[in-house]
């Protein structure tokens, strides 16, 4: 299965995914394992907002734009709570699924909430495996809503916040969380009046950002008028070049990967049976000294796991 992966194969990348929502941790652990020499190419970029902002409908629209430059593309929709649809008309659900298919852009909807681990679990599992079989840049969609959004998002190279006309209270809200975390931001439904109140309202949060750091951008789409996708998409793959350009994505995916080992089933096969040996051990205050124990008790878990 994980050659079929790696050769592209979409019946293999389709049952990779599965085992990653639904397998046992051992199995997971394995395939991750085999996986894990072929990843690392992939551009991951979350993309999240209000429910029905229209995220589902930029995705798609965006993914076909990428396909067209020769790149390789695949969507996850994570807990979607509408299908797939780049509009609520069925005929517009079935255009948009065949653009996708036509253009090569592999697409899987994330629904998972098992007992083995969580949605996010499955997500990076899901992230993986795509990444192994080729893809360049992966397009995850979330509902801006709550902790698993967060999760999800800690998995994203490249994060995008959807927003849109009529929004006043919710960006005040958001502000202060997931604000501090989105790299780019899109007004949608650029078509609609207050959509360029609510750009500005960006505008400003925005030209607060430290100068030193990345220059975060706003970008203004619409799905009826067909508008803005080229400049997002310049957007995104301007923050990719950014990221890979400063070393900074070496870092991010580091501390990423680290909250992984904290939070994750995986981690915890190794990290608690350490924490319980050092608890047991005695009182200490010091940090030094603690920090040493923790390291070698971890170091002993990992070889017993290996
Ligand atoms: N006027 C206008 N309508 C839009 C635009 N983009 C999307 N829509 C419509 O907004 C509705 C929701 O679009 P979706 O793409 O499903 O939104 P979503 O954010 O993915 O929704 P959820 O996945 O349910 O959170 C649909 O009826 C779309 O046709 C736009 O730019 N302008
Ligand atoms: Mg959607």
């Known amino acids: 299965m994980v050659e079929g992966v790696v050769r592209s194969d979409r019946r293999s990348i389709a049952r990779a995914i599965s085992y990653m929502e639904d397998g046992h941790t051992e199995i997971k652990k394995e395939i991750m394992e085999k996986l894990y020499s072929h990843c690392g190419k992939a551009h991951v970029v979350g993309i999240t907002g209000p429910p029905g902002i229209g995220k589902s409908t930029l995705i798609g629209n965006i993914s076909v734009l990428l396909a067209k430059k020769g790149m390789n593309v695949s969507v996850l929709a994570v807990d979607a709570s509408s299908p797939y649809s780049g509009g609520s008309l069925l005929g517009n659900r079935i255009r948009m699924q065949e653009n996708l298919f036509n253009y090569g852009i592999y697409m899987r909807s994330l629904a998972n909430r098992g007992a083995r681990g969580g949605l996010s679990e499955s997500c990076m599992g899901a992230v993986n495996v795509l990444d192994a079989s080729g893809s360049e840049i992966i397009l995850i969609e979330t509902v801006g809503a709550g902790q698993a959004d967060l999760d999800i998002m800690n998995l994203a190279d490249t994060t995008i916040l959807v927003l849109g006309p009529g929004l006043g209270d919710q960006i005040q809200a958001i502000k202060a969380g997931i604000m501090e975390i989105a790299d780019l931001f ?58 890979s ?41 010091n940090p030094y000294v603690l920090a040493e124990k923790i390291i070698s008790q971890l170091n002993a878990e990992i070889s017993k796991e290996l």
């Open 186 to 243: 899109v007004i949608n439904k650029m078509d609609i009046d207050g959509s360029y109140f609510a750009m500005k309202d960006i505008e400003e949060v925005i030209s607060m950002d430290d100068p030193r750091g990345y220059k975060r951008r706003v970008t203004g789409t619409s799905a009826t008028d067909h508008a803005g996708y080229d400049e997002l998409v310049g957007t995104i793959l301007d923050h990719g070049r950014y990221l």
């Open 245 to 285: 350009g400063e070393g900074t994505i070496g870092r991010k995916r580091f501390l990423m990967g680290a909250r992984w080992i904290l939070e994750s089933e995986i981690g915890r096969i190794i990290i608690d049976p350490a924490m319980d040996a050092i608890k047991k051990k005695g009182t200490d205050r």
